[in-house]
């Protein structure tokens, strides 16, 4: 059974749960800006400008200025001609696969995409077919196979395995075949960002190379002609290294305006509460200065597990009840990590899922190897 835990997060890298502080290693608020003073600061005076609530859609008086300066401050980060933010990181998904895609269309989705992109393909009726996770055999396969134009769905970062698309590979296959991609960079963002946006990385070369992580650089990286960027379409979300709330999709102006035009979660629901953008603008201004921060998610990610692609860690254990025994030893021990089960991850691969932050010390990441050592040996 699933069931509602009440847990209260804490600024310094804690959670307290049934009245025990743990140190909290599952949540996606990478680089501790729920709770930076900047960022509540700018929610704060937006609660006090703009009120508590959008008061109706976007289309209609929902779009107070603070979106504006939001989505060209992202597209000028991501690289792209525009932005468009949407209610939630789910709510962009179902908006670029139903605003964008056209019926007559196929989409080639690797098999370990996030519910989200699932249900948003389901509910277009678009055809799908699976490829087998990051088997670009597989999807040449699909890709040659199929008589109709094709529209390739991968996460950037995986959500529940932690490991990257090879995404200049997807880049020359869809070039190769004159298909589309829609990247969901939710875990990227804000974290391996310089490395995950080709355009971008064009851009911030200088950060990359101080980054600790050349190896990712090289296999995320190579610069494109202009016209070759423009066949990736990125969504992600705020809710994860921006620490707040919402969505987005950047891509070409052109499709921004299709699918403001479409895309019905975008349309059929209320906007944002003005101080939600606040913060996410605060946010997305201290990821584009602070290189120094945005690296200390993989670094402490690296200190647990040398081999880490990404901020996100899995240690599959099997069975769901062994799992959730090790998830429950964890916990005695102080340490806050979820056991992840069927229908989330595979029949066979329970698994807990650590997650490293900015705010993490390394001290604690080292206690934690020693006692996961224990618990899964
Ligand atoms: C969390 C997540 C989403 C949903 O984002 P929300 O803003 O939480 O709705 C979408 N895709 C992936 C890969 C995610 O991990």
Redesign the pocket.
């Known amino acids: 059974m699933r069931q509602r835990v009440e847990i209260q997060r804490l600024p310094d890298g804690y959670a307290l749960k049934n009245g025990r502080r743990l140190l909290n290693f599952s949540d996606n608020d990478y680089l501790g800006l729920s709770f930076y003073p900047q960022v509540i600061q700018a929610a704060q005076e937006a609660l006090t400008t703009y009120g508590a609530g959008a008061g109706a859609s976007r289309l209609v008086t929902g779009n107070h200025p603070l979106y504006t300066q939001l989505e060209q401050e992202l597209a000028q980060y991501k690289g792209t001609e525009d932005a468009l933010v949407f209610g ?3 709510l962009a ?1 179902l908006g670029v696969i139903n605003g964008l895609i056209p019926q007559e269309d196929v989409i080639l989705a690797d098999r370990l995409i ?1 519910a ?2 699932v249900d948003a393909i389901k509910l277009s009726g678009v055809k799908f077919q699976r490829y087998r996770h990051n088997d670009m055999q597989h999807l040449r396969q699909l890709l040659e196979k199929s008589a109709r134009c094709c529209w390739i769905i991968t ?1 950037s970062v995986f ?1 529940m395995d932690g490991d990257l698309a090879p995404l200049a590979e997807i880049q020359a296959l869809a070039e190769e075949f004159g298909a589309m991609i829609i990247v ?1 960079d ?2 990227g963002f804000g974290v391996l960002n310089p490395f995950t946006s080709p355009l971008a990385s064009r851009v911030r070369e200088r950060e990359v190379s101080e980054t600790p992580s050349p190896e990712i650089a090289l296999r995320q990286f190579r610069p494109l002609p202009e016209g070759e960027v423009r066949r990736i379409i990125w969504t992600g ?1 705020f ?2 290294a921006a620490g707040s ?1 919402g ?1 987005y999709v950047c891509t070409t102006k052109a499709q921004i305006e299709q699918m403001v035009n479409k895309a019905r979660s975008l349309i059929y629901t209320t906007g944002l509460p003005p101080s939600v953008v606040a913060a996410n603008l605060a946010a997305l201004r201290i990821i584009r200065v602070q290189p120094e921060l945005t690296a200390l998610p993989l670094h402490h990610a690296r200190l647990f597990d040398p081999q880490a692609q990404s901020a996100i860690v899995p240690v599959i254990i099997g069975t769901e009840e062994a799992a959730l025994a090790a998830a429950k030893m964890l916990e005695e021990a102080g340490f806050l990590v979820p056991a992840i089960r069927p229908p989330t991850v595979p029949a066979g691969t329970s698994r807990l899922r650590f997650t490293f932050s900015a705010v993490h010390r390394a001290e604690d990441i080292a206690r934690l190897r020693a006692i996961v050592k224990e618990v899964t040996s």
Request: negative net charge; glycine residues 12%; charged residues 20%.
């Open positions: 939630s990181g789910f998904n996030h989200s992109l996460e959500s969901d939710a875990h979300t809710s994860k709330y969505g």
